[in-house]
C-alpha cells in the first residue's frame, strides 16, 4: 500500500516523533510505499513548556519527511488535506496524542476523504489527557468521528475509546520495543561516558518531568533510610516541563543532594543508551498513565523495570519477572527498591526482560495496521 503518516516525526524531538520514524521504516521494510507529513509548526512558542521543540539529532530514517503542517492555521488544514488528496495514498495514519490537535488533524481528514475511498486509521497514544482542559471531550469526539479505525497501544485506551465510539473498528496492538537507540553498552562503557562513579549503584527516572509522573512520590521513597545507606544514586534526566523548585525543595528537606542528580535537560538520542545501560532499575512512579515509551526503551536495553499499577503500565510489566508493579505510594515504591537491591534480583529480572520483550516487534504493529486497514 501506499502509506502516508501525519504527525510529529523528525526534527521534533520526543517519543512520538521516534515512533513516527520508526514506524515508517517498518511499514517501508514490509513492502509497503511509506512517508511521513510532519508538522512546520507544531506548538505555537507560548504553549510549549520546554526548552526546544527541535531535536539537535541528524534523522536516521531514509523514509520522505514533509514539513507541511501548521497546527493553529485553518486554512492550512484545508491545503494539507488537498495535498495529501491528491497523492492517492491507499492508507492515512493520523497519531494522535491530544485534544489540541483535534481540529488539525479532524479538518486535515476531512479534505482527505472528500470524493475518495481513502481509508483513515489513527493510532492513539493517548485519548483521555493526563492533565484536562476544558473542551478536551468535544475535541476528541471532532477528530474521531472522521477516522475509519483505530489501534491503541494500551487496554486502558482501548476502554476510552469505547466510552467515544461503539462501532468503528478498534483494535489493541502493544507499543514495539525503541529500537533505534543503538546497543547495548555495559554498565562501565555507560558510567564512564556519563563521569559517573563505578563505586555507586544507580536507578533511573528518565522523561521529561511532570506532576502525573509522580517524581515527588519517588524522592520521598528515596529518603527511606532502609534505602538510602549512600551506596545507591538516583539519575533524573529529563527536561523539566513545570517548576523544579518543589523537587529541588524535597531533595534539600531529605538531604539528597549527594544522592540525586538531575540533568534538567532534554536528553539526546546519542545518550540515551549511557544512561539506560548505566541504570540497574529503571523507575517510573507515575500518578497515570496510558502506555510508556520509556518501558520499551527499558526492554531494548535488558534492564529491570519498577512501574506502578496505572494505566496500561501493569499490562506489560510482568510483577516479580521483569521488575515491580507497584501501587503510586511512597511506602510501596521504597519497599519494591529495597526488595531489588537487598535480595540481588537485577540477574533474575534481566533474564525474564529478555523473554518478555519478544512480544514486542514492530512487525506485529505492521500486521495489526494491515489487518485493521481490511477491516475499515
Known sequence: MKIIIIGPAHPYRGGISLFSNRLAEALSVSGHDASIVTFKMQYPGFLFPGKTQF??????????????????????????????????????????WMPFMAPCFGTISKYIKKGTNIKIISIVHNLIPHETRIGDSVLTKFFLKRIDGFITMSRSVLSDLEKFDTVKPKTYSPHPLYDN????????????????????NYMLFFGIVRKYKGLDILLKAFADKK?????????????FYEDDSEYDELITKHGLEENV???KSFISDDQVVNYFCAADIIVQPYRMATQSGVTQIAYHFDKPMLVTNVGGLGEIIPHNKVGYVVEPNEKSVADAIIDFYENKREQEFIEGVKEEKKKYSWQKMVET???????V
Open 261 to 263: 542528580i538531575l540533568t
Open 227 to 239: 534505602l538510602n545507606k549512600g551506596s545507591l544514586k538516583l539519575i533524573v534526566a529529563g527536561e
Open 369 to 375: 495496521i494491515n489487518t485493521l486497514s481490511k477491516d
Open 181 to 200: 537507540f543503538g546497543e547495548v553498552k555495559t554498565r562501565k562503557e555507560a558510567l564512564k561516558a556519563l563521569n559517573f562513579d563505578d563505586e555507586f
Open 55 to 96: 531535536s539537535e539529532d541528524k534523522s536516521l530514517t531514509k523514509v520522505s519527511i514533509l514539513r507541511l503542517i501548521n497546527s493553529i492555521n485553518p486554512i492550512n488544514w484545508i491545503k494539507v488535506g488537498k495535498k495529501i488528496r491528491a497523492e492517492q495514498p491507499d492508507l492515512v495514519i493520523f497519531k494522535y
